[in-house]
């Protein structure tokens, strides 16, 4: 595509990064595939970038911004890192800008943030929802619903513009993605199966979607409405099962940055035994997959770092049980979070 060519649904609809890269190239004299390893390791750096930003009006301390940024960092380099020629890191990057520009008030930005991601990849069209939630709770009832569906309408209009959309011999959107699907089920159950979901795990900073689920869910159960960040964080899972089109270990990304928000005032985050855990379970779970590195390292540095990556999981694990269990001893056990909205919809930092 970035060379002038077609592709086959749903590839073409992936409009907005080949765009870019192909703009790149005319600019710099890049050939079209240097132009994509340029552009992929700055959208991994403006995502966290963006990440910081968000953190640091939540007035995150400097340590848990850190370990956040260290964990989830890592996991970006590792996925990107041996096929820098995707559009899921301009897909993260735009997911993080949206959450920035909701976090400042500025929903139609927001919104037009959303439209581009989904012309990014199919499976942006899902923050239109999450701005939606975004926009109700903040009084725009009307134009929440409405809104909520310019993505997909954006989405709708490209599939019907592109060349690609009526050529033949391709397979259609839902062939695609149970075919996917269906190899993602067939390395799960492999005799790496195990294996491959705990590299998953990671990918997708697993201690901090748990953290925002387990506080979502507990509110939930004590009848307590969630905030605007834990709406948003809801209606992410809710739509989650059209991120399964993919490798689950790049589409499940999109979710993180609702995830930091969602717990950016949760109690373990400021704990400091548990940014240690988070950071170095992020790095070590990184430097242990030899698969994606050009380089040969030795065997006992990918075993050593393969052991540490473990007791770091099970460090965080018994970290979050106890808490839990704090929890569900009553009231005063535990610091409690801090409204982050105001009636009127404001952030208050």
């Avoid at 929440?144 to 009526?166: K, Y």
């Avoid at 005799?191 to 979901?197: C, D, E, N, T």
């Avoid at 548990?274 to 379970?281: E, T, V």
């Avoid at 065997?299 to 770091?312: C, D, E, Q, W």
Wanted: proline share 5%; net charge positive.
């Amino acid at each position: 595509m970035a060379r002038g060519h077609t592709a086959v649904p749903p590839f073409s609809t992936r409009i907005l990064k080949p765009l870019v890269a192909s703009s790149m190239a005319a600019l710099t004299g890049l050939s079209p595939e240097q132009a994509f390893r340029a552009l992929t390791p700055l959208e991994i750096l403006a995502s966290l970038l963006a990440l910081l930003a968000v953190l640091r009006r939540r007035r995150v301390s400097w340590q848990g911004q850190a370990a956040l940024l260290l964990a989830f960092g890592s996991a970006l380099a590792v996925n990107f890192g041996h096929a820098p020629i995707l559009v899921c890191s301009l897909l993260l990057l735009l997911a993080s800008l949206m959450v920035l520009a909701l976090d400042r008030g500025q929903l139609a930005l927001g919104l037009a943030v959303a439209c581009l991601a989904a012309l990014t990849k199919e499976y942006g069209v899902i923050l239109g929802f999450a701005w939606g939630v975004c926009a109700y709770s903040r009084g725009r009832r009307l134009s929440a619903f409405g809104g909520a569906l310019v993505p997909l309408l954006t989405l709708g209009i490209a599939t019907h513009l592109s060349p690609a959309a009526v050529s033949s011999g391709s397979r259609g959107w839902w062939e695609l993605f149970k075919g996917s699907a269906f190899y993602e089920l067939q390395l799960l159950g492999s005799r790496y199966g195990s294996k491959i979901a705990y590299l998953w795990l990671w990918s997708v900073l697993w201690p901090v979607l748990l953290l925002a689920a387990v506080s979502l869910v507990g509110g939930l159960r004590k009848r307590t409405m969630p905030d605007t960040d834990g709406l948003a964080f809801a209606m992410m899972l809710v739509a989650s099962p059209v991120l399964l089109s993919g490798d689950w270990d790049r589409s499940l990304l999109i979710l993180v940055p609702f995830a930091c928000i969602a717990v950016s005032f949760h109690p373990l985050i400021e704990e400091p035994k548990f940014q240690a855990l988070l950071a170095i379970g992020g790095i070590t779970t990184a430097l242990a997959r030899p698969l994606y590195t050009v380089l040969h390292v030795p065997r006992y540095f990918t075993l050593g770092m393969i052991a540490v990556s473990i007791v770091a999981t099970a460090g965080i694990t018994a970290q979050m049980a106890r808490h839990q269990l704090r929890a569900a001893r009553g009231p005063g056990t535990v610091k409690a979070g801090n409204s982050l909205w105001t009636s009127t919809g404001q952030p208050i930092h």
